[in-house]
């Protein structure tokens, strides 16, 4: 048993630093698209660069978020019978969710986005638009993180999931009801 708290520890301890650092992006997505909007009505220039930028920060904002947002329960799901479970019961559901609709769909992103990743490496694919960033690659390689740290997350889910259904009901995820 201690081997899969380690294992839920380490994993969320990752996925909340990742989440934390994610959400300093938020601000500053907002403050370069009020630098593409100030530049290019104040100052009457463009800077397609500038464009992209703001736009790869609510990317990744989005795409390195996912994890986090699995861990805090942040994602849908029908409360209507999930929340009136048991913790054994809502354990049991999470296992089942996760082994058949997450992790399978998973893999199907994880074959899609690493070929997305590697063909965009390896043709050192950039922008499409002239003065656009370089280096497409790095974001399509954000594609291929959201894979890894949510298949990690998922995992972590059907631990703290055994956990609760060998008696250590502290383990059960919390509801979020926002």
Request: proline share 3%; aromatic share 14%.
């Amino acid at each position: 048993m201690s081997g899969l708290i380690g294992f839920v520890r380490a994993v969320e301890r990752v996925n909340d630093l990742v989440g934390r650092a994610v959400a300093l992006l938020t601000l500053g997505t907002v403050l370069v698209c009020f630098a593409t909007v100030y530049t290019r009505y104040a100052l009457n220039t463009n800077f397609i660069w500038l464009q992209e930028a703001y736009v790869w920060q609510h990317a990744l904002v989005i795409v390195l978020g996912g994890a986090y947002t699995k861990m805090v329960g942040g994602f849908v799901r029908v409360d209507i019978f999930y929340g009136r479970m048991s913790p054994r019961g809502r354990a049991k559901v999470d296992i089942a969710g996760t082994l058949v609709f997450l992790m399978p769909f998973l893999a199907v992103l994880a074959w899609s986005f690493w070929r997305f990743f590697w063909n965009g490496y390896i043709a050192d694919e950039g922008s499409p638009n002239e003065g656009g960033l370089p280096n497409w690659w790095l974001l399509q390689g954000a594609l291929v993180v959201f894979v890894a740290l949510t298949f990690l997350q998922g995992c972590a889910l059907v631990a703290r999931s055994l956990l609760v259904l060998n008696g250590r009901e502290e383990f059960a995820p919390t509801l979020s009801h926002g």
